[in-house]
């Protein structure tokens, strides 16, 4: 692995630890030319399905922009970077599970909402607006109802 401060490519493991769902291995690195240290993460690469977008392009599927979205959707809100990981961890999952070759993108939009409504309201709004593309602000007051409504209920 490269150092990403000297790009001398010996390091040696210092310490290993799997997370919790047992899906990734973090390990902390020493370089052996500059010593610094540094986290890298291993993952099992799993076979994804492509994606359909909304205008029928296909592409694979890509964490990263799951993660980004989510990224935005969390700003300034008190949602760790660990609970973002595991939801999209538990999206990739549920992806596999379908077993498709081709998976449209509703599928995972509607999952990151389903996931961000249950760990920050906020954050919901935010991604849902943006996903769901309000045409006005009635629409984004009507979302607002629906969920204090749900949360009456529970």
Excluded: W
């Excluded at 994606?51 to 300034?76: M, N, S």
């Amino acid at each position: 692995m490269r150092c990403p401060f000297c790009n001398h490519m010996e390091d040696k493991v210092i310490d290993s630890r799997q997370s919790r769902d047992g899906d990734v291995i973090r390990r902390r690195r020493e370089c052996l030319k500059c010593e610094g240290r540094f986290t890298s993460y291993e993952r099992i690469e799993n076979i994804l399905p492509h994606v359909i977008k909304k205008d029928d392009r296909r592409e694979p599927f890509d964490r990263q922009k799951i993660l980004q979205g989510l990224e935005k959707a969390c700003e300034k809100r008190p949602i760790g970077v660990e609970v973002r990981e595991a939801l999209v961890n538990r999206i990739e999952k549920n992806i596999q599970a379908v077993g498709e070759k081709e998976i449209p993108s509703s599928l995972i939009g509607e999952q990151v909402m389903d996931g961000l409504k249950e760990i920050d309201e906020v954050a919901y709004v935010r991604f849902a607006s943006v996903y769901r593309q309000f045409k006005d602000i009635r629409e984004f007051i009507q979302e607002i109802k629906e969920i204090a409504y749900n949360k009456k209920d529970t």
